[in-house]
């Protein structure tokens, strides 16, 4: 691995560490977790892909807003960025869409199968799926708690654990406030 894809890990992971900051906030949002690539010992990867699971009355604008920040950041070093979308059963129903103003008819080039019926849903399921064992069982789950299933590589572990110290460290703040 050389300087240049060393950074570019590093500048995904630490785009991803900002995106859970972020969307761990959102109200709906039930789960985060990190896949594809990133979760390999592939020197380079060209993205993160990160899969969200959402209550179904989630309002997936501001998370789609968080998506959108999140792939401008890695676009800006030549990286790209995914967030899938899956239900609270498992079922995978699309990414974020990419568009600021989401809404039917606003983009005539939407591949999206029913775009605007869920505002901020881009269901190009068409395109892409994630099977359902993924998204039940991910390499490693970020929030709401830290859930290895797999040997991660150095990088995205230390990422891991300090997320993990984090949860760790606001459960024995909220424990301490309960006294």
């Given at each position: 691995m050389n300087k240049t894809s060393e950074g570019h890990r590093q500048q995904l992971l630490d785009a991803l560490r900002k995106f859970v900051?972020?969307?761990?906030?959102?109200?709906?949002?039930?789960?985060?977790?990190?896949?594809?690539?990133?979760?390999?010992t592939k020197p380079d990867?060209?993205?993160?892909?990160?899969?969200?699971?959402?209550?179904?009355?989630?309002?997936?604008?501001?998370?789609?807003?968080?998506?959108?920040?999140?792939?401008?950041?890695?676009?800006?070093?030549?990286?790209?960025?995914?967030?899938?979308?899956?239900?609270?059963?498992?079922?995978?129903?699309?990414?974020?869409?990419?568009?600021?103003?989401?809404?039917?008819?606003?983009?005539?080039?939407?591949?999206?199968?029913h775009c605007g019926r869920r505002p901020h849903l881009h269901d190009d399921l068409d395109a892409i799926t994630l099977n359902?064992?993924?998204?039940l069982s991910p390499p490693v789950t970020l929030w709401p708690t830290v859930e290895r299933r797999g040997t991660l590589p150095v990088d995205v572990e230390e990422v891991v654990a300090a997320l993990e110290h984090a949860v760790q460290h606001r459960m024995h703040q909220t424990a301490l406030g309960d006294d």
């Open positions: 900051a972020a969307v761990r906030q959102i109200a709906g949002v039930r789960r985060i977790a990190v896949l594809g690539s990133i979760v390999t990867p060209k993205d993160i892909d990160v899969l969200v699971v959402v209550a179904d009355d989630a309002d997936l604008a501001p998370l789609a807003k968080c998506a959108r920040r999140l792939q401008g950041h890695t676009q800006s070093f030549n990286r790209g960025a995914d967030v899938f979308l899956a239900d609270e059963r498992g079922t995978y129903i699309g990414r974020t869409c990419r568009w600021r103003d989401c809404r039917p008819g606003v983009r005539q080039s939407c591949d999206a199968l359902s064992s993924l998204v």
